[in-house]
């Protein structure tokens, strides 16, 4: 139980264009998810919480405009990178929990944008 | 006050041997720290996690060791494995929000 899928796993496009990358939660109802960013060979950088319904936190130094994030619904959440540039080139991964009670994510497989 | 230091950036262990990965915070408000294992091109996925009440937890051949006054925690592999080479990251989190992760730990197993 509780997987989490993202779509697509990859994407290569060219700078200026817009791209979505669609997380869902397959087999339970996410309240939280939440959208990393991983470097190669570095760490995940958290870049915002996404509530169902309401409008995402972003952290400190995240674009709000540049990474436009949608929780529309109790099982998908939505990551926009807009005008996209060479150096939004990364490994972007979702994960979700099961309830503000419970601590554990559950992480995507991950999507790898290049931006050519 | 936010991070959280994870050392040493690469280990290499002998099969049947043990990996032992440390990683220290500072902020006090921590209250869940797990720990998640990554494949190349892979999503991290929970191994362990322990609350700052225990001092250790054991599941199979994977035990965390919790020093609340030190600040510190670290993962211990028992008996490591070939397919255990991976990328291993401590986090700290608030209730599972606000999670900050290690720099990650790069494990070889030799066979």
């Known amino acids: 139980g509780a997987v989490v899928s993202q779509h697509p796993s990859w994407v290569i496009c060219k700078s200026g264009t817009s791209v979505k990358i669609e997380c869902r939660s397959l087999?339970?109802?996410?309240?939280?998810m939440f959208w990393y960013r991983q470097f190669p060979k570095q760490s995940l950088m958290l870049m915002a919480t996404?509530?169902?319904?309401?409008?995402?936190?972003?952290e400190q130094g995240v674009e709000k405009d540049k990474f436009l994030i949608n929780h529309a619904s109790l099982t998908l959440s939505t990551l926009t990178v807009t005008s996209a540039h060479p150096e939004d080139s990364s490994f972007y991964i979702c994960?979700?929990?099961?309830?503000?009670?419970?601590?554990?994510?559950?992480f995507g497989p991950g999507t790898r944008l290049l931006v050519l | 006050q936010q991070q959280v230091k994870q050392s040493p950036q690469s280990l290499i262990v002998q099969k049947g041997g043990i990996s032992i990965i440390n990683c220290a915070y500072e902020?006090?408000?921590?209250?869940?720290f797990p720990w998640y294992q990554q494949f190349p091109g892979k999503g991290p996925a929970l191994l362990i996690a322990?609350?700052?009440?225990?001092s250790e937890k054991k599941e199979g051949r994977f035990t965390i060791s919790f020093n609340k006054s030190a600040k510190q925690f670290s993962l211990h592999i028992m008996d490591s494995q070939p397919g255990d080479s991976a990328t291993y990251f401590c986090?700290?989190?608030?209730?599972?929000?606000?999670?900050?992760f290690g720099a990650g730990t790069r494990l070889f197993v030799k066979a």
């Open positions: 902020n006090t408000a921590f209250d869940y």
């Open positions: 322990i609350r700052p009440d225990v």
């Open positions: 994960s979700a929990i099961l309830s503000r009670l419970q601590e554990t994510q559950y």
């Open positions: 996404s509530n169902e319904g309401s409008k995402a936190t972003y």
């Open positions: 087999d339970f109802q996410a309240t939280t």
């Open positions: 986090a700290a989190s608030i209730g599972g929000f606000k999670t900050i």
